[in-house]
């Protein structure tokens, strides 16, 4: 590279790892210090923070001076824990990812069976098995061997002393790239189409009671801010792990060599982005965060961290918020049609949620008898 250019692209990789490093801490700040956020929900959010926080801080620097320089001067061994590192924590992200999708899958068809489904041992097992398989795929195969063409460890030859890279067979391109990526893929587009159509269908119902009931006002409830969030979520993440898994299954199948330089590079750097917008996608959109962000943001204005988020009382309302000595409604639809007020609960409450962005409920909403009036 040139110098203005090789200043240009390592001021732009170091705004993204910034950015990274510094929306990843902010989630588990708010998580630890708002107590209304510890939910088992927010617990895989958290997971997920941890584990892109450790690929801003132990990968992406040399990453980024792996490419500005084109040069590994750290020798084979830390080249290769390198890799592994850099395999096992985008792995883990994106099952992190994956299971988040079956949480809300859970938490919006389920609703009244969704303590009996997502219990804390069961979120236990799941992070247990998301650091296991992230560890096969990585530290396993690439310090075996068992992802060269051959039977030697990569990035152990004198002539390769300089140069980093992952080296993929046919086997290993083709598992890894299933198993961590194409298949939760397929999963995550089945399990949030299934939100979508129960929020669709839901929002119809909602209409069709408003308009049944004569009143001028037009329909408030419509599918379109859960169609804006899934489109954003699952946009975010095909967008920016699709390239480079297709490309890594192509090296596997077509040849090692077959892509490399500025393509590759460009294809790495977008998978990583996605580790800079998790905290926008799973934290800025849920109303909650939101909230614990701007005492936060508060708190570090004022020099005190935590008292704020403890004891004060938060500007808007959120779930797990008191009021009138309840716990706190997570939200509530209301509809004048000229007669009364009419209250939205139930698994109605849950698809609310999913419109408003956010992927909390207290338990007091699940228990909610359903209206009357509101038929499922």
């Known amino acids: 590279m040139d110098f203005p250019l090789q200043l240009l692209v390592g001021s732009c990789l ?108 069961r979120v236990a097992v799941g992070l247990v098995v998301i650091w296991t398989v992230s560890l096969m795929v990585s530290f396993l195969p690439i310090h075996l061997g068992w992802n060269t063409n051959g039977t030697a460890v990569q990035n152990t030859t004198p002539n390769c002393t300089r140069e980093c890279k992952l080296e993929v067979n046919s086997v290993y391109g083709l598992v890894d790239s299933l198993l961590t990526f194409y298949i939760p893929l397929v999963i995550m587009c089945i399990t949030y189409y299934r939100i979508f159509k129960i929020a669709r269908e839901q929002a119809k119902r909602i209409n069709h009671t408003w308009c049944s009931s004569n009143s001028p006002m037009p329909p408030m409830v419509k599918e379109h801010k859960a169609t804006v969030t899934l489109a954003v979520v699952m946009g975010a993440f095909i967008i920016c792990w699709f390239p480079y898994f297709t490309v890594f299954t192509y090296r596997g199948v077509r040849g090692d060599s077959s892509v490399k330089g500025t393509p590759m590079s460009i294809v790495l750097w977008l998978g990583y982005a996605n580790s800079a917008l998790n905290p926008i996608l799973y934290g800025t959109f849920n109303r909650d965060f939101r909230v614990a962000y701007q005492h936060l943001l508060h708190c570090w204005r004022t020099g005190d961290p935590k008292s704020s988020l403890q004891k004060g009382q938060p500007r808007g309302r959120s779930c797990g ?42 338990r007091w909403c699940w228990k909610r008898p359903l209206p009357a009036h509101v038929s499922y």
């Open 14 to 121: 170091a705004l993204l790892i910034a950015f990274t490093l510094c929306g990843n801490i902010v989630v588990c700040l708010a998580v630890t210090l708002d107590r209304r956020l510890r939910s088992l929900t927010n617990c895989i959010i958290v997971s997920l923070a941890i584990t892109d926080l450790l690929l801003a801080l132990l990968v992406l620097p040399f990453s980024a001076f792996y490419e500005l320089s084109s040069e590994w001067p750290f020798g084979s061994t830390l080249c290769n824990i390198y890799l592994s590192l850099d395999v096992m924590l985008c792995t883990a992200s994106i099952l992190n990812l994956f299971i988040i999708s079956l949480d809300r899958y859970f938490a919006v068809t389920a609703p009244l069976r969704y303590q009996q489904l997502v219990t804390p041992s």
């Open 321 to 362: 918020e008191s009021l009138d000595g309840q716990e706190g409604k997570c939200l509530k639809l209301e509809m004048r049609n000229g007669k009364g007020i009419l209250l939205a609960d139930g698994a109605l409450q849950r698809i609310l949620v999913l419109l408003r962005g956010t992927c909390c409920l207290p």
